[in-house]
């Protein structure tokens, strides 16, 4: 897949500049192509305008050396903002007792969709949701999409 292809050109250079890959999406819009690039920076997980501004040039530079888009297209650079998605396992245990939705690719109890607080991951690799009624885990390879909740984050004493 292309996204994925462009995922792993990115990865390692822009590690080197001190920035995480949160996500690559390529879509078509009529003859419009955009690349959609989500990051963050590695040391405090942040990113401003100057940021965006400085992977767009770099990213520009990099896939104009490796072309992996054949035809003309847009490059967004953005931060994973307030609903920043989960895309790695990793991301389950860093924004552990933060407020999250995740969406199954099946139905799980007659629903899809859930929210409530990540308690990390446990010893056999399963992500933990503490809902209103309970406590789940979840396989991985099992989540469709999930994303931080808007609506807030930090339990314990802290802004929810």
């Known amino acids: 897949m292309l ?7 990115l990865y390692l250079r ?3 500049l001190g920035y995480h890959i949160i996500r690559v ?3 078509k819009v009529g003859p419009k192509k955009t690349l959609q690039i989500m990051a963050e920076r590695t040391k ?4 401003n305008l100057e940021d965006c501004t400085f992977l767009s040039k770099e990213i520009s530079s990099f896939l ?6 054949s035809s003309s297209y847009i ?4 931060s994973g903002g307030l609903s920043r998605p989960l895309t790695v396992i990793e991301d389950y245990k860093l924004f552990a007792q ?9 139905k799980f109890n007659g629903k899809k969709t859930y929210k409530g607080f990540l308690q990390g991951i446990d010893e ?3 992500i933990l949701l503490e809902t209103e009624d309970y406590e789940m885990k979840v396989d991985f390879l099992e989540i469709e999409k999930a994303n931080i909740d808007p609506d807030w984050s930090i339990k314990n004493n802290q802004i929810l």
């Open 98 to 106: 933060n407020k999250a939705k995740i969406v199954l690719k099946e």
């Open 14 to 16: 822009l590690k080197k």
């Open 124 to 126: 056999n690799g399963y």
């Open 75 to 78: 490059l967004e650079v953005s």
């Open 64 to 69: 104009e050396i490796d072309d992996p888009i």
């Open 25 to 27: 999406k390529t879509t």
């Open 3 to 9: 996204d994925e292809h462009i995922r792993d050109l």
């Open 44 to 47: 405090d997980r942040k990113m």
